[in-house]
């Protein structure tokens, strides 16, 4: 079973669409969590951590439940400029080893 | 502030060649991270320094790939000799804290 693992995708959507991105991990010890994006052929960013608690930025909210393993981002009021790939991270220990999964490319359309 | 800095920003080779790359991170972070990241792919972790000592190389192939920090500061990595499936884009990262700043990449195109 791979560390990190992703919806395949890929997503197309209409503007103004709710899209949610789905993602599990296998190592009950990781430690914090964040979704990067990642335009074409550019380097990736931090869009956001995840906390426990879940959180919300804007348009985004992010989801996190330890005892499933399994973090979600959802992306309400889709915009053209949200299309990206979208890559679920995981750190396992207090050095910040990042462990990205495939990505999940994300294409709203107009 | 200025980011990371990487070069070349793009390098054709044949297999069997070697090939470095360098990077330059953000001042003052502490801790840079080499990655590979093959087309398709999340990116993959090969080799991470706080400041001049690695903390983890554990998925560096070690036979032909090859990284240092001097001064702990700017960092290159090196492949001797390149494969095929090295073709890839490689990335390096800075962070001060949590937040990992990456570079635009040098994409290797091995044939």
């Known amino acids: 079973r791979k560390e990190v693992e992703q919806d395949p995708g890929p997503f197309n959507v209409p503007e103004g669409a709710t899209v949610a991105f789905n993602c599990t991990y296998s190592n009950s010890a990781s430690q914090s969590f964040f979704w990067y994006r990642q335009d074409c052929r550019k380097e990736p960013k931090l869009l956001m951590s995840v906390y426990s608690s879940g959180n919300e930025d804007g348009r985004f909210t992010a989801q996190l439940n330890r005892a499933s393993q399994y973090i979600s981002l959802l992306i309400r009021d889709s915009k053209l400029s949200d299309s990206a790939t979208y890559l679920c991270?995981?750190?396992?220990?207090?050095?910040?080893?990042?462990?990205f999964g495939k990505g999940t490319l994300l294409t709203v359309n107009p | 502030e200025a980011g990371v800095a990487q070069s070349p920003r793009y390098k054709i080779i044949e297999k069997r060649q070697s090939v470095a790359f360098w990077c330059n991170p953000i001042?003052?972070?502490?801790?840079l991270y080499w990655y590979q990241q093959i087309l398709g792919q999340g990116p993959k972790l090969l080799i991470q320094f706080q400041n001049n000592g690695v903390v983890d190389d554990s998925q560096l192939p070690k036979d032909r790939f090859s990284a240092e920090r001097l001064k702990g500061v700017d960092s290159t990595l090196k492949i001797q000799p390149a494969k095929l499936e090295d073709s890839a884009v490689y990335l390096c990262?800075?962070?001060?804290?949590?937040?990992?700043?990456f570079g635009p990449g040098t994409r290797l195109t091995v044939t």
């Open positions: 990262a800075s962070s001060g804290t949590f937040e990992q700043y």
């Open positions: 001042s003052g972070h502490a801790t």
């Open positions: 991270v995981v750190n396992r220990g207090s050095n910040y080893k990042l462990t």
